[in-house]
């Protein structure tokens, strides 16, 4: 009589041996990289690219708002328009500190104008012709009317 760890060993052998080859065989080559999209087709002769906008150039206005006891402003309504528009292009709120920054293009004069409920509104001119990169405004607000 034989031992049965030995036939089981014999039938596994014969296993692997009869199913290596079929799974060697069995595996398919991979597939070919799809080809590559066509390259995009070159911009019109009579028109030139289109330039990204960058804001390297632009004009900063960074500035802070005080309450007329001298505290921190937050939530008031900043509105900024070229001097020669009627129409206000650029609007923000300050934040919890009271302070805001904005971005404008450079070349152009510039007017601010300050919102706050129950305070006077303010409004401020802005150069933005001389070179210099960016303006730093301090704001006061005072109460309309007396306020006892």
Wanted: overall charge positive; hydrophobic content about 35%; aromatic content about 10%.
């Amino acid at each position: 009589m034989q031992n049965p760890r030995w036939i089981i060993l014999t039938g596994i052998a014969a296993m692997f041996i009869a199913f290596a080859p079929a799974s060697a065989c069995a595996q398919e080559p991979p597939p070919p990289p799809p080809d590559a999209p066509p390259a995009s087709p070159p911009p019109a002769p009579g028109k030139p690219a289109k330039q990204k906008y960058s804001h390297a150039n632009d004009f900063l206005i960074i500035g802070t708002i005080f309450d007329s006891k001298g505290y921190a402003f937050p939530g008031v309504e900043l509105k900024i328009r070229r001097s020669d528009e009627k129409k206000y292009r650029w609007d923000n709120y300050t934040n919890s500190r009271g302070e805001f920054a904005v971005r404008v293009p450079q070349g152009s004069d510039y007017e601010m104008i300050i919102h706050a409920k129950g305070f006077a509104d303010q409004t401020r001119q802005l150069d933005a012709k001389t070179g210099v990169s960016e303006a730093r405004i301090v704001f006061r607000m005072e109460p309309v009317g007396d306020k006892k």
